[in-house]
């Protein structure tokens, strides 16, 4: 996914590729506890730590194929953030609709050449029935046919028409070309909304997977507002932009430990100094010898400080 709005900063910080800084999102740690909770229902145990290892490598291939494509039409990827669909990538690029399409579409480009590199082998496979699914929780066992599964799950749940979804962004910067920027956004907003009850339904009718519940939500959240934020600014352009600036949750609790550290250490500062002052004060007027050892002590320790 190219952006969003829930899960816009944050996340575990891993390393960094290619002058890109890569951090896991809490929610894919929390996804991986369900998977491995409900591991009955995927495969056993051991598939399931041979989904999660591919899902973390196919998301993460998924994310470098938009900070390519952000690279590849004259802008910047700076931040990937993986979680279970995609993850977002903080990228910088022309405000056109060429560009915002040509980096939607790199994430699922990746995960569908990975899948028909793979289904050959799957294919070939006795006793192997398609590529199953493990968000319809369907099991496969193979660990070629667990790949695929994981990149054609990625694949087509990423196309869904609606944000955070690369399918929103896809939709969004199709109509954009022939419509304009804000009609674009007023039927993304409805599709939005279409493809989130479909979901909770879908999921209620066939106790699919609980993440089709969730992305549920998560879609009518962004629907609900984009609609507000269109509605509030008549424009189109806060949601695609100024959002991506805003720091998130977790950004915002280390911002504030790290002010709450520099404020103590200031007041820290501050003590010191008064009762070096003083101290300095009461030896031009009584002498050194005035001072206890406690604040001969204290005064070494100053000194060595500064």
């Given at each position: 996914?190219?952006?969003?709005?829930l899960?816009?900063?944050?996340?575990?910080?891993?390393?960094?590729?290619a002058?890109?800084?890569?951090?896991?999102?809490?929610?894919?740690l929390?996804?991986?506890?369900?998977?491995?909770?409900?591991?009955?229902?995927?495969?056993?145990?051991?598939?399931?730590?041979?989904?999660?290892?591919?899902?973390?490598?196919?998301?993460f291939?998924?994310?470098?194929?938009h900070?390519?494509?952000?690279?590849?039409?004259?802008?910047?990827?700076k931040?990937?953030?993986?979680?279970?669909?995609?993850?977002?990538a903080?990228?910088?690029?022309?405000?056109?609709?060429?560009p915002?399409?040509?980096?939607?579409?790199g994430?699922?480009v990746v995960?569908?050449?990975l899948w028909?590199?793979?289904?050959?082998?799957v294919?070939?496979?006795?006793g192997?029935?398609?590529?199953?699914?493990?968000?319809?929780?369907?099991p496969?066992?193979e660990?070629?046919?667990?790949?695929?599964?994981?990149n054609?799950?990625?694949?087509?749940?990423n196309?869904?028409p609606?944000?955070?979804?690369d399918?929103?962004?896809?939709?969004?910067?199709?109509?954009?070309?022939?419509?304009?920027?804000?009609?674009a956004?007023?039927?993304?907003?409805?599709?939005?909304?279409?493809?989130?009850?479909?979901?909770?339904?879908t999921w209620?009718?066939?106790?699919?997977?609980?993440?089709?519940?969730a992305?549920?939500?998560?879609?009518?959240?962004?629907?609900?507002?984009?609609?507000?934020?269109?509605?509030?600014?008549?424009?189109?352009e806060?949601?695609?932009?100024?959002?991506?600036?805003?720091?998130?949750?977790?950004?915002r609790?280390k911002d504030?430990?790290?002010q709450?550290?520099?404020?103590?250490?200031f007041?820290?500062?501050?003590q010191?100094?008064?009762?070096?002052?003083?101290?300095?004060?009461?030896?031009?007027q009584?002498?050194?010898?005035s001072?206890?050892?406690e604040?001969r002590?204290?005064?070494?320790?100053?000194?060595?400080r500064?």
């Open positions: 996914m190219a952006g969003g709005i899960f816009d900063r944050g996340g575990l910080r891993i390393g960094q590729v002058g890109i800084t890569v951090r896991l999102h809490w929610i894919f929390l996804w991986g506890l369900f998977e491995l909770f409900n591991a009955d229902q995927t495969g056993g145990s051991g598939a399931t730590f041979l989904y999660l290892g591919f899902l973390f490598g196919s998301v291939l998924h994310e470098l194929g900070c390519r494509a952000a690279r590849q039409v004259g802008g910047d990827a931040e990937v953030i993986l979680w279970p669909l995609g993850g977002l903080a990228v910088d690029i022309p405000e056109r609709p060429l915002h399409l040509a980096v939607a579409i994430g699922p995960n569908l050449i028909l590199a793979l289904l050959p082998f294919i070939s496979m006795e192997v029935e398609g590529v199953g699914s493990f968000f319809l929780h369907k496969v066992f660990p070629i046919a667990i790949a695929a599964a994981v054609l799950d990625l694949f087509m749940f196309l869904l609606a944000l955070p979804l399918g929103g962004r896809i939709l969004h910067s199709f109509l954009w070309s022939r419509r304009g920027q804000e009609n956004s007023r039927v993304l907003v409805r599709s939005g909304k279409v493809v989130a009850i479909v979901l909770a339904v209620f009718v066939y106790s699919t997977s609980g993440l089709l519940l992305l549920a939500v998560l879609m009518w959240i962004n629907s609900v507002h984009m609609g507000r934020t269109l509605s509030e600014s008549d424009g189109v806060s949601w695609q932009s100024s959002r991506s600036s805003r720091p998130g949750w977790w950004q609790k504030h430990w790290r709450q550290r520099q404020q103590k250490a007041e820290q500062e501050k010191i100094r008064a009762r070096v002052d003083a101290l300095l004060k009461k030896v031009s009584e002498g050194i010898e001072l206890s050892s604040e002590r204290f005064l070494d320790r100053a000194s060595q500064y």
